[in-house]
Every structure is written in C-alpha cells, then in structure tokens.
C-alpha cells in the first residue's frame, strides 16, 4: 500500500538538500569558473558561474550580461609571471617556451541558457578566439541560482622542455547591471570588474593600484593597469569590488606523460607554476561588447 510521507518530513527532506546544494555551491563567492583546474591536454566543457549582481553589497542590481576574456599571446603580449617557491617575478620569456596553444584558450558555447539570443565570440585580427560575451536579460539572482555561461577551454599543453609544473591563466570579466553608461566610467551599482592584476615583482609599470590607496584591499596608491580595474566610482578614485581577484584557469602538468627535464629547481624540484595576464592593451580592446566577434559593428557596452 502507498504511504503519503507526512508534510514536516517532506519539509525536512527538501531543506537538507538545499543545504547540501548550497555547500556544493559555495565555493562560487563572485564570478569564478566551475573547473578552474584542468589537466593539460584536456579539451574540458566548463562554465563561467556568476554569483551574485551589483553593487557588493546586501542590495543588488539584477545582472544584465557579463565579457570574457583570456589571455592572447598572438595578437597581444601578455604579461607572465613565474614563481619557483618565493612569489611571482616577471619573466621576459616567450609564452611558447611554456605552453601552446598561444591564443583560443576558451571558447563560448551556444546556445547559452541565460542569454540564448543575445552573445557572440571574440576574436582578434586572425580569427583566434579570445573569449565571448553573452547578455540581455535581466537575472535577479538575490534568492536565484547562480547563471552559468558554458564554455570549451582549449587543450592546454605544457612546453616539455619548460620546468613549469602549472600554467594559470588569469580571465578579464565584467558583469554588468546596466548598460546605460560607458563600462569604463560605470560604478559597482552598473558593473563589476573581476580584474587580472599583475602587480608583482619586475613587471613594467607596477605596482597598479588606485589614486587613494585601500588597505583593506591591499591595494597600492599608484596608477591603474587597464581601463578596467574594479574602480568603484566614476572619478576613478576608490577600488571596487573584484580588484586583482580574477577568475582563473589553471592547468596543471600531465608528470606521466610529459614528465619534468632534469635539473629542475623551482618549487624544491617539483617545478615553477607559471601565471598569464593579459596585456592592458588586449583588456582595453576586448572586454568592451561588440555585436560582431572582431570588436566591430554596434557597440553595445564599453
């Protein structure tokens, strides 16, 4: 015979895996990837998750869209940052002497359940696939789920004579709330920088910062290092929300197939980890929206 299960032991039920939801989930505190590991040589299908809208804050815009953006190699410089167990130092050494392919790193998906009819690739001069864009609907995401942006991340392989252990690429993303102002000149209530800070050692022009420094940031007072650092207001003058807190990709060396060269140091012998930024130039040129793929056509945010 068929019981009906009592209304509190349903209730009961229902918010023990709500709570087992929310702890699986939880780990998305701003905009981060779901797989933001991967091993190289793996073509991987992951997401861009979006947790929360703008500003930072208990109150929160409804989120509108959100730009991606990987680092280019290529068509771009990007800045690399090796650390073989003392911090980051910058390196002047070609990106192909650790890892390849040098550009198409992540590729959007279609079609793309938040935002089906309104996204586009990004490409540059050559056709490579820098990132994607996808927007136009407004998600209230106070009691929602996160949104989710599929993507493929290319199959990453790491340069076998480098010492490097991992290559961790650093993405530019805006999440925007309105498209009503210039995203350069927007405020945390429009739009939320998840900005690639590279503010270590060696690198030219560093250390990036704001004009008034923030300590509770750890942010520097010093110049900005694109057009797009997480500053909160439209006078440039205070750091917002995701300043130097970018999602990233990591991919880590396969040891048994591409195990490291002899004569490796860093890290104690286990090898460097290796950090890509794009290059304020691509950041300037990329992040702003386009409707064709080669940042042309109508533009829709900048």
């Not at 195990?259 to 890290?267: E, F, K, Q, R, V």
Request: proline share 8%.
């Amino acid at each position: 015979m068929k019981k009906n299960v009592p209304f509190k032991k349903v209730a009961i039920y229902l918010l023990a895996a709500a709570a087992v939801f929310a702890c699986s989930q939880g780990v998305f505190a701003h905009t981060r990837l779901e797989s933001p590991t991967v091993l190289e040589g793996t073509r991987v299908h992951n997401y861009v998750v979006i947790s929360h809208g703008c500003p930072p804050a208990t109150a929160r815009n409804p989120t509108m869209g959100t730009s991606v953006v990987f680092p280019n190699a290529v068509g771009f410089s990007p800045i690399i940052g090796v650390d073989s167990g003392g911090g980051k130092v910058y390196t002047t050494n070609s990106a192909a002497s650790y890892y390849s392919p040098l550009a198409g790193i992540g590729a959007l998906i279609r079609p793309v359940a938040a935002w089906t009819d309104y996204n586009q690739l990004k490409v540059d001069s050559a056709g490579n696939k820098d990132g994607f864009w996808a927007g136009g609907k407004a998600y209230d995401q106070t009691i929602s789920s996160y949104i989710d942006i599929p993507f493929y991340s290319a199959a990453v392989t790491i340069a076998p004579k480098s010492c490097a252990r991992s290559v961790t690429f650093e993405l530019a993303i805006a999440d925007f709330c309105s498209i009503a102002q210039p995203g350069s000149k927007a405020a945390d209530a429009q739009v939320l920088y998840w900005s690639p800070i590279p503010n270590f050692t060696g690198v030219p022009g560093q250390p990036f910062g704001a004009p008034v420094a923030d300590a509770t940031r750890s942010i520097p007072a010093a110049h900005a290092f694109s057009n797009y650092d997480g500053y909160a207001d439209a006078a440039h003058t205070i750091a917002g929300d995701g300043w130097g807190s970018p999602a990233t990709l990591k991919v880590t060396r396969n040891l048994t197939t591409n195990p490291l060269p002899s004569g490796c140091t860093g890290n104690a012998g286990l090898g460097d980890d290796v950090y890509v930024y794009p290059s304020a130039d691509q950041i300037n040129h990329e992040l702003p929206v386009w409707s064709n793929p080669d940042q042309t056509g109508t533009n829709v945010w900048q």
